[in-house]
């Protein structure tokens, strides 16, 4: 046999014990996935939805800005006008995917929790009126809606991700600030207590 025969040869063998090595260590690690999927308790283990997860609000103490804006009707608000109010700014877009998928959310909360002095604010990060229009009522949204054409909310609030929503007590003190998609059973553990006491 010829050394160029035993050199293939030696090369094929090695390739081989590669190939066995690979094969070996994926078919451990397939046997470690059998064995940690019977473990007791793991079938009850399920898969995050994704409507179940949600930004964290994080607390923060300082005062509102001074704030006046245009809504939807035409009319200049300001923030200390809703002063005796609990009141949730979101910073929002018609074009913004999370801002679409919360807005439900919101909408729900605000129907369930007005009565307790609650008062949503939601700024629309400079789309046209008619625009910003149409996305309310396809969304129901009974609360105010403000229009924000140069993004003045957003400098304000030094935040230009969106959605981003602050929250502002009685005593016109933001005091929950986030950035994303928030869920209902969020709200009500961050913000709801807020409401306590109207």
Known sequence: ???????????????RKIYIAVAAGLGLIALAVIVLMLLPGAEEEQPIALNEISSIPIEVNYPAAELAMENLQGQTESLADYRDKVVLVNNWATWCPPCKAEMPT?????????HEGLMIIAIEAGEPREQVQSFVEQFQMPFVVWLDPGGKALNAFKNSSLPNSYVIDRTGTVCLAWTGEINRETLEKYVTPLLAGN
């Open 1 to 15: 046999m010829g050394k160029r025969t035993q050199l293939r040869l030696q090369r094929e063998h090695q390739k």
């Open 106 to 114: 919101l909408v729900e909360f605000y129907n369930d929790h007005a």
